[in-house]
């Protein structure tokens, strides 16, 4: 989710404390500000968008990484209010905080919650990256109720209503791919994850024995679409690829990939595709490995959000 999503969560929860809504309330703004801080690797960008990628929902988004940001945006803000005591604006910085995590996970990206205990992310692909429902419950909590109590009540139920919807409706998607393809191919694994714009639309990816199936559900009429359909291929030289940093991080950055061989004869091309994310006719990111005719690495490149986009990975393979 972006920032601005992130805060609006953030000022919401805030509304819990009872304290007003205002500039003037440090729970308010450690909520607030807690909600949008683990955003804070964006820094990583003045060291190119290789890096930030790489680093993006990593340890800033994990439970000690918020914690940390959580005490240090705490403690600034007690030597401003000095009415209030740090632990009380440490709770909700951290509420905060925490639901910054928390909605990241709900999403399809995921975020590496478990820094530095595991690498591995944790993706709940349930809500949209930009989903209007949140918002809109977000901004309710804000002008609707006065009552602590009746507002817990009534956001918490509704939002466990949502979730439940979300969980029925990707259950219903697989049922209805499964149902669509089981006799037409080999299913090893249905991937069913939330489409970028339309919360009653949902992305699959049907992997079989012998291809990627890629392509979107919609829930209410349950139309499936299909984008491409990707033939697997076996060849030796995708291993040395995935001893690469490149090859390694590539297989961190996300969980469903395909891979495809193009062989020029004076060189072998590998071109990694994520396929989770689809926009404009074509896959968002990408690696490409390129290796001579004694199959020795030339080169690699990594290509955020469009294939357009060229990053020169440097690097030796590791045995």
């Not at 403690?75 to 209010?81: G, R, Y």
């Not at 604006?89 to 990206?109: C, P, R």
């Not at 091309?269 to 396929?275: C, H, S």
Request: aromatic share 14%; glycine share 4%.
């Amino acid at each position: 989710m972006d920032p601005i999503t992130h805060g609006i969560i953030g000022l919401g929860l805030s509304t819990l404390s009872g304290e007003p809504v205002n500039s003037l309330n440090p729970l308010m703004l450690g909520s607030v500000i807690g909600a949008m801080a683990p955003d804070i690797d964006i820094v990583f960008r003045l060291k190119g968008q290789y890096e930030y990628l790489k680093h993006h929902r990593g340890i800033t988004h994990s439970i000690v990484g918020i914690s940390f940001i959580s005490i240090a945006i705490s403690v600034v803000l007690n030597l401003i209010f000095r009415d209030y005591s740090f632990f009380r604006i440490f709770i909700w910085t951290f509420l905060g905080s925490l639901s910054h995590s928390v909605f990241d996970m709900l999403n399809s990206y995921g975020a590496r919650f478990l820094l530095p205990f595991t690498k591995r992310k944790i993706s709940a692909s349930l809500l949209m990256l930009f989903d209007p429902v949140i918002i809109f419950l977000s901004l309710g909590m804000v002008f609707l109720f006065k009552d602590i109590f009746m507002k817990e009540i009534v956001f918490s139920l509704i939002f466990a209503i949502y979730l439940l919807f979300r969980i029925h409706m990707r259950s219903n998607v697989a049922k209805v791919l499964y149902n669509n393809f089981k006799n037409k191919c080999i299913i090893e694994k249905i991937n069913i994850l939330p489409s970028f714009f339309n919360p009653l639309k949902w992305d699959f990816i049907v992997e079989t024995k012998d291809s990627n199936i890629v392509g979107q559900v919609y829930f209410l009429n349950k139309k499936i679409t299909i984008r491409r359909k990707l033939k697997k291929v076996n060849h030796k030289i995708i291993k040395q690829f995935y001893k690469t940093e490149l090859g390694r991080y590539f297989s961190e950055f996300t969980p469903i990939k395909h891979v495809k061989v193009i062989d020029k004869g004076e060189e072998i091309i590998l071109r990694i595709i994520d396929l989770r994310y689809y926009l404009r006719n074509e896959f968002m990111h990408h690696a490409t490995a390129v290796f001579n005719l004694e199959k020795k690495m030339v080169r690699t490149i990594f290509h955020p959000y469009s294939l357009r986009r060229e990053i020169l990975v440097e690097e030796k393979e590791i045995a």
